[in-house]
Structures are given as structure tokens and as C-alpha cells.
């Protein structure tokens, strides 16, 4: 153990390597506030050359590595044992270029999702990536978990953001695939494989990410419903009418609809009545004309009865509002004692799923309080039981009722959240047997020895 | 290899397994029209247990496999050398389902594209992948070698039109992750890894494919330019004014631009004098609006002089006969000895690319005639040097020429096309040893044996 550390301090330099009470708490554990370990060492590379230098000695040693990026994830994939090297990519740090006529914007992996969102923005430009921990997260880490967030409808998660990328293997040896083409077709994908693998196939040091053009305006309105089938309908009409344009389609169900306003600022309930179900829903224009195709569609559904009420944003700080009930989730952790889900399930079955789980935990548990929420365009669906209505129940007791249900349905463990160490156990429920021995293979053939985020995704 | 024909025979039943003079000579070649062979013998399967049956008796006895389907390729990724057995996907063809509320259609492999656009369209859908080979093209081999197209601007290659895969593997074991979730993180995504990896990891037998929305109106317009650099400047307007709707975004250099009129039907120059550069470009439209964006935008560029002047069709015949200068290529392989490259290069540098590399034709080959086209708002280019100009030059001499100005662009030696074999001489050139060789650990990882498609991709 003297040994790597000295090899590290070596290559790397003293001030680079922490070791013991040198090690602050933040590279202790992420988001989930689960399982905190103090590592070996902390190592804070400056560059891809250092990275691929820490990599080669502790490859040669068989010494466990975790990648570390702004610890915002939900699923324990950043967070090390007590014999594992964290290697953190903070130091690497900051965007290389923008090229204007590929719209493209170089970036190291250390960046904040802001920073990068705000260079966009200097340029003209809109990165379109986003989720709440922007501030903090890292691009690095929102590539090595393939992060969602708020707009996947209108522009796919992080990968569909992504032309080039530098990966560092297990051996030390640097993949450069930088380029700058959308079109590459030149044998395998190796930048889909890296992304979403959560530090196990290689670390990530820079990538060429795509920006988009910045949109004209932003449109949000909120709508009730009568109930799921309602929602379907609605979505496939906005969907027609506004293509690509379809920014967020957010739905909430009433449970979770009253706590958000409860949690809202204002605690202003937008209706004076409450509905069977709520659709949060924004359209990103690119045209500059005063006609907002959103409210014309909208209006439309409100005559045909599809709508049953709606309130169209007529400001920035009225959609703002609204959004503040959908975000309400952001004080779960101060105000409820949530355990969360982040499930995918087909589109047409979502609304059948939250009845079946609502009822499987009420005949279980029959206090237990249970609130439905997400990107419903997305097949994205988040629950969240308040572990205050269910006193002396483990988390862990849910976790097989939730996900057994997500299995019944077709659906997926994890829909942006990702494996990590807390899944693990779920990931045979919606990943066949052949799937997982393929991907053991791929894990086997790029890092022979294992010491890339040991015992993440995998045991 | 009687004992693998009978086995196959066995398994299969006899009409399924063909040979000798029951070969069909299509099964020979594929649209390069290149290095043609028999195969030992051509296999028919009519559903994935009859694949993983042929495929597992093949791994067994370690005999080479070659999965075709339209055989529309153009890089001799399907043709067989006399020692492989092909597997044809033609039998196992067919929609299975359309799923109205997730917007996908589940398709067997060997479907014509076509086939699968029309289905779409009956459902009020629309299946965005697209091209000229449409009409025999299978989308397995589409899947297979991702296929670009005329609309990537918009929708992607055919990676991104995918959410669930059926790949039989090397072994005979199927892996099927067939869910119809937008997001799924639960270990790496080898539904990308299989899709472009030309049949030489797996052979994809189903798929669940994304539908979009029908679009409300296609406006077309055809745009004269003084250069590159006004090209760029006008495709940034375009993204920032259209968004997602801008659909095709197509350019041509004069020398392409007139064979183009030549050889249309009217061959009526839509323009009474010639211009520097020509654009073709498309808005896809989903508002029902009177409002014609595209021509809104044009006009304000015309006011400012980036445009030299511009056609807006006005009726679906009008738009029809603009596409048609563009689509003259497939006039080439009738009316000239077509030498063709299809190519990536960063959008910023693809005027500079073209300069250089007819200036460099044109000093080793004086009377070379080069055509220059392409998707520019992909960054792909594509080059067509007639034969018949450099009499007794071999295509091959011309090959290290423009791949080493590509590498020196830092593009890609292949947009869409693939390797195959005709390109697997120039790989090296646009990936990287370290690439090289991390395909090469997986390809060994997924198929120890190498009966998958052999000598494509890698010797």
C-alpha cells in the first residue's frame, strides 16, 4: 500500500495524492448519503497524461480505482471502499474550444454541467443537457452515467449530446476519438460503450459535445386531465403539432401534485378544483413570431373536452411557479423521508403501473404514502415513499415489491439513475442472464485485472 | 463441410439450406459491384431459433458466417469469400407490432426500410430513417452498418431511430433486449455496440424501432451562394430560425450542381447564371400554419445579401425536380465510371477540404473530372471522380490520396458506408491503434472463434 501511494506521489506529485485526515468528507460518498467510506488515497490528476500515469501503476499493482466527479449521483457508482483509490477529475477542469461551424464545444472532464451550459450560452449557443445538480455535477460524470434530466424528450440524454471523446483504459493507454463529425462510421461505436458504463470500462477525460442552436422562447403551460389515457392522447397531439419543439411533458399525479404545491413557494394551487392527473409541459420555439403554437394546441383540446382545465404561463416568472411545483421534490430530502424510484416502463402501461404499485404497497403497507411523478414522455417514471408513513420499515423491503412490478411490466431498474452499488441487486429483474454474461465479457476484455470501480454495476 | 451442410440440413430443413447451382447470383455481390464470390452455401432461417441453430452449429465447427440482407452495401460488408456460409435475413421479414401509445413499431430484421416507412405512414406515423436503396434494403442491414441517409440532420443515423434489439451472438445464444424504454441505464449499451458493428459481433434478427409524428408540410428551396463561408452562415440562421425542423441541408459545388441539371429529366438550370455554390435545403414542418418559416428566413437573406438568389418550390412537383439535380448520383453509376468516396470532415473545414483536394486530383491527374456534393449539415461529403476522365488510373491510386488529406482534416474515412472490406485499407488512417485495438479485444471477447462475418472490418 506504501508502495502505490509513493509510485502515485512520484508521477504525480506530493500535493496531488491525499491520503488519511488529508481526505475531505465530500470524496466520502455522493447524493444517495449511503455507505460513506474513507478511501486509500484521493489522487487529483491535472491532466489525461496523469490520469493514464495513475492508471498504469495502479493496473500494474491490481489497486482498485474509482473515478470521482461532482459525487452528485444517486446510485453509490462514485463512492469507494476503504481499499479503493479515488481519482478525481476536478483538476481537470475547463472548455479547450468552441468551434462555431461544427457547433461543437470541447470540454475536460472536470467541468460543472453550468459552466458548460453558460460558455454555450456566452457563444449563442444552447447546450441542452440539464438536471438539477448542474451546479455541481460534472460533465465527466454526466457522460459516465449517461445522466437524463428535464429535456430527454426533445434531446436524448447525455450520450446524444456527445461527437468525440478521450477515455483513459485500465492499462493507462489513452483512446483519443476526439472528432468533430456527426456522421462516423468507421467499426465500433467505442463512445456509446463508455458512456453509461459508470467508470467500469475506462475514465473519461474529454469529450466534443454538441451544442444546439438557443431557442426563441420558451412556452409552459399546465394542464388537468381526467386521467391516464387523457395524458396519452394529449401527448401524441402535442407531439404532432409541435415535433421536436416538445420540451418537457411532466406529469404528476394528485398525490404528488398537492405536495408540490404544499412545498411551492407561493402554495398557490393553480386550479380551485382538483383533477384525476396534472401535465407540466413546455415548448421550445425556434421560430421568433408571436403565434405560441403551444396555447393554440392547447385551447384546441380545452373545446374537444380532452383538457380539463389549463393554465398557460404568461410570464417568466408564472411558468417559473409552475415549475416550482414539479421541482418541489428538490425539499424531499428535507421534509419527507423519501425512497426513491427511478423506473422506466412502457409509455401506454405507465398508468396501470402506478395503480397496480400504488395498490401492492397500500395492501402492504396500508399507511404508507406514495407519491408518482416524471418524464412521462421519457417512459420515465419516479415514486417516492415518504419513509415517515411507514416507520420501521426498511427501504430495502421495498425495493422487491417496486422492482418486481417494473419486471411484470417490461420496464427498467433504472431509467437515469444508473446501477452503482445500489441497484446491483435489481439488475438481473430487467437484464437477461445473456446480457449480463455479454457485458462480464466486454468488462473482462477491456479491464482484465478489475480495477476499474471494483464492484460497481457488477459484483 | 458435407458434415456442417447436412448438420444445417438437419436443423433447418433442406429447402432452407441452399448450394451450388441453387445459389441465385445476388446472393453473390452486393451495389459496389465489387469482388463477387459463391459461398459454400446460402442459409434461409424463418425465425431467431432457426439463426441461433445455424449460428451455433457454425461456431462448433468453426465455420465463417456472413449475415445479409438487401445487399445494397457499398463497402462488400455482406459478400461472401468461397469459404463462408451466408445467412440470409430475407425470410424472417414482417411487422410484428406497432405500440400506438410508445410510438414504436417491433420489426423483424429482413423488412424492406420501405416496407417499414409504409407501415408507419398507415398508422399516422412516420419512420424517419431514410434512402435511396429503400425499396430492397433490409432493416437488419440497415441496423447493421447504421445507415445514414438523406434526413440525419434531423433524425440521426439509424442508431438513433432503435430503443430494443434481438441479436443472436457468435454462440448461438440470443440476447434480447427488445424494450421499448427511451431510458434505460442499467449497464452498457449494447444496443449501440451491435448496431454498426457490420455483422461481426452478433446478427440482429429483431428490432424495436421509434416513430415520429407525421410531419404537416415539407417546403423545399433551392439557394445560390458566393462560398463556403456564406454556406456555413446560412445553415447557422437555418438551425437557429427551424430548429429541428430543418430536415436537409444538402450542397453542390458547381461541377456537381451542372451535371446534376444535365442529367434531370427537365434538365432546366433552375437559375439563369451560375453561382459559386448551391443549396438544397428542406424544412419539415409539423404546425398546420399558412406561415412558410423556411421562406420567411430565406427572404430575410436575401435582403442581406448572404443570398445570391433562391428558388422556394411552390408545389410538390416543383420540389420534386429540385431533389432531382441532387439526386442525379444515381444517374453516375449509368452515365459515368463513378470513382466515389463518402466522407466526414468538421463542417468548418469542408470548403477547404474541397479546394484541396481537387487541387490535388487536378496536379496528379490534369484532366481528372471530380463531382463534390454532400449532407453538409452532417459533415458529410461525398466525392464522385469519373473514371472515364483519368483513363487507365485505378481507382485504388486514388484512394490513399483523398483518405490521407482526410486524415490530415481529422475526418473520417467513412460517413455512412461503412468498412467493410473495399475500406478496411484506410481504417487505420481516421481510428487510432488504441481504438484499433479495443474493437479488436471486444470482437475477440464476443466472437472467440471469428465465424462472424470474417475478414470485414479487421484482416
Given at each position: 500500500m506504501e508502495a502505490i501511494l509513493n509510485a502515485l506521489k512520484d508521477a504525480l506529485g506530493a500535493d496531488a495524492v491525499r491520503t488519511g485526515s488529508e481526505?475531505?468528507?465530500?470524496?466520502?460518498?455522493?447524493?444517495?448519503?449511503?455507505?460513506a467510506h474513507a478511501p486509500l488515497a484521493v489522487v487529483l490528476p491535472r491532466n489525461t497524461q496523469e490520469v493514464a500515469a495513475a492508471l498504469r501503476l495502479c493496473n500494474a499493482l491490481r489497486q482498485g480505482v474509482v473515478p470521482q466527479g461532482g459525487l452528485t449521483g444517486l446510485a453509490g457508482g462514485a463512492v469507494p471502499t476503504s481499499n479503493d483509490i479515488c481519482i478525481s477529475l476536478e483538476r481537470l477542469a475547463g472548455i479547450e474550444e468552441i468551434d462555431r461551424s461544427a457547433a461543437t464545444m470541447t470540454v475536460r472532464a472536470g467541468t460543472t454541467l453550468q459552466a458548460i451550459q453558460e460558455a454555450a450560452e456566452a457563444a449563442?449557443?444552447?447546450?441542452?443537457l440539464d438536471l438539477g445538480a448542474r451546479g455541481t455535477c460534472q460533465i465527466g460524470g454526466n457522460l459516465a452515467t449517461n445522466a437524463g434530466g428535464i429535456r430527454v424528450i426533445q434531446s436524448g440524454t447525455a450520450r446524444d449530446q456527445v461527437l468525440g471523446l478521450e477515455v483513459v483504459l485500465a492499462d493507462g493507454s489513452v483512446l483519443s476519438a476526439m472528432g468533430k463529425m456527426i456522421k462516423n462510421n468507421t467499426g465500433y461505436d467505442l463512445r456509446h460503450l463508455f458512456i453509461g458504463s459508470e467508470g467500469t470500462l475506462g475514465i473519461i477525460t474529454r469529450a466534443v459535445l454538441r451544442l444546439a442552436p438557443r431557442p426563441a422562447a420558451r412556452h409552459t403551460a399546465l394542464c388537468a386531465l381526467s386521467g391516464y389515457e387523457s395524458a396519452i392522447a394529449l401527448l401524441q397531439t402535442l407531439k404532432a403539432r409541435l415535433g421536436k419543439e416538445l420540451s418537457a411533458f411532466e406529469l404528476m399525479w394528485p398525490d404528488f401534485f398537492e405536495l408540490g404545491v404544499a412545498f411551492s413557494r407561493s402554495q398557490q394551487a393553480p386550479f380551485s378544483t382538483a383533477y384525476p392527473l396534472y401535465a407540466l409541459i413546455e415548448h421550445t420555439s425556434?421560430?421568433?413570431?408571436?403565434?405560441?403554437r403551444l396555447a393554440q394546441a392547447l385551447a384546441r383540446q380545452l373545446e374537444s373536452g380532452l383538457l380539463l382545465d389549463a393554465v398557460i404561463a404568461q410570464s417568466t416568472s408564472q411558468a417559473r411557479s409552475l415549475w416550482e411545483i414539479r421541482e418541489a421534490t428538490a425539499e424531499f430530502p428535507v421534509k419527507l423521508t423519501p425512497i426513491n424510484f427511478d423506473i422506466s416502463i412502457p409509455i401506454g402501461d405507465i398508468g396501470n403501473f402506478v395503480d397496480t404499485c400504488r395498490a401492492q404497497l397500500q395492501s402492504r403497507w396500508p399507511a404508507s404514502r406514495a407519491f408518482f411523478f416524471g418524464h412521462i414522455g421519457d417512459s420515465n417514471l419516479h415514486v417516492t415513499v415518504d419513509g415517515r408513513s411507514i416507520p420501521?420499515?426498511?427501504p430495502d423491503a421495498l425495493e422487491p415489491v417496486v422492482y418486481d412490478l417494473v419486471r411484470t411490466f417490461q420496464g427498467?431498474?433504472?431509467?437515469?439513475?444508473?446501477?452503482?452499488?445500489?441497484?446491483r441487486p435489481f439488475l438481473g429483474y430487467t437484464r437477461s442472464e445473456t446480457e449480463l454474461a455479454c457485458m462480464r465479457s466486454i468488462k473482462r476484455a477491456l479491464d482484465p485485472n478489475g480495477i476499474l470501480n471494483p464492484g460497481k454495476l457488477f459484483s
Open positions: 481526505i475531505e468528507s465530500r470524496y466520502l460518498g455522493d447524493w444517495s448519503a449511503k455507505s449563442d449557443f444552447e447546450f441542452q425556434y421560430a421568433n413570431d408571436r403565434h405560441d420501521g420499515v426498511p427498467s431498474v433504472s431509467a437515469e439513475h444508473g446501477i452503482g452499488v445500489h441497484k
